[in-house]
């Protein structure tokens, strides 16, 4: 299940991508703006084309001095689902401020917002949402709250550096049948996107079920260092597959009728 982070402004979401770019579309669409003022036309006049040549100039110089790879300061992709220009958020909020300068004021409040992880907005955008994407976040937020439980185990077992990402790719690749990269492959996903974001939740369920026994594992036996935790957790991922490929298998077994 492919879930994007959104905000909710005027009753419409306005999606993130892996990048932390927003939707300027999104924008246009929750101003009901005219065709006059959508982002491709916008993009293109003098001030919004001078605000993003010096906004790509300074990602770049911070991109190259902190070694990271640099993200555009804006642009447009097409795809099903996934059409729109994304930008910035200071390019985003300069749009807003062409559509409405009142528009600008809200998207700069949520966004502060979301950023600085308001719980209560959480609150107010899944109060909006299906049923559907309401037990996927509260999958995601248990997840989330066990693989903390799970990393402060690895670290209190000697666990440093590259062992982290072993020790989970271990738990993807005897769970889910990939390493992250492979997973990434199969379901069509960006390169640096995160796994858990895309996982259904009987899969965030079964991710969570193996780290929790990885951890009791690597406590039990006193795994230290990288390469016993990453046995362990793969250890414990095996064990969670197999629980689940046996209940699969029983509930395709005929089943015996009394006569």
């Avoid at 447009?76 to 807003?96: L, M, Q, V």
């Avoid at 600008?104 to 049923?131: C, K």
């Avoid at 996927?136 to 550096?161: E, F, I, M, P």
Wanted: charged residues 30%; aromatic residues 6%; positive net charge.
């Amino acid at each position: 299940m492919n879930q994007s982070r959104s905000i909710v402004i005027r009753g419409s979401k306005i999606f993130e991508d892996e990048y932390g770019l927003i939707c300027l579309d999104d924008l246009w669409r929750a101003a009901k703006a005219p065709d006059s003022k959508v982002p491709a036309k916008w993009r293109r006049g003098r001030m919004a084309s001078a605000l993003i040549i010096e906004l790509e100039k300074k990602i770049r110089i911070s991109s190259l001095k902190e070694n990271k790879t640099i993200i555009p300061a804006i642009y447009s992709k097409r795809g099903r689902g996934s059409t729109g220009t994304y930008a910035h958020p200071i390019i985003a909020a300069a749009y807003a401020g062409y559509l409405s300068p009142k528009l600008e004021l809200e998207v700069r409040e949520v966004w502060l917002r979301y950023r600085a992880g308001d719980a209560t907005l959480a609150d107010e955008i899944l109060e909006r949402a299906t049923a559907e994407e309401n037990r996927w976040a509260g999958a995601r937020a248990l997840s989330r709250s066990q693989r903390v439980t799970y990393t402060d185990t690895l670290k209190a077992h000697y666990v440093t550096g590259r062992g982290y990402m072993d020790c989970t790719e271990a738990v993807y690749l005897k769970l889910l049948g990939g390493k992250s990269y492979q997973l990434r492959e199969l379901r069509g996903l960006a390169p640096k996107v995160n796994v858990r974001d895309n996982l259904s939740v009987a899969e965030l369920s079964f991710v969570m079920a193996a780290e929790a026994l990885a951890a009791e594992r690597i406590e039990e036996e006193l795994r230290l260092g990288n390469d016993e935790c990453v046995e362990a957790s793969g250890r414990s991922a095996s064990a969670i597959r197999e629980a689940i490929e046996a209940d699969r298998k029983a509930r395709k077994a005929p089943r015996l009728t009394n006569t």
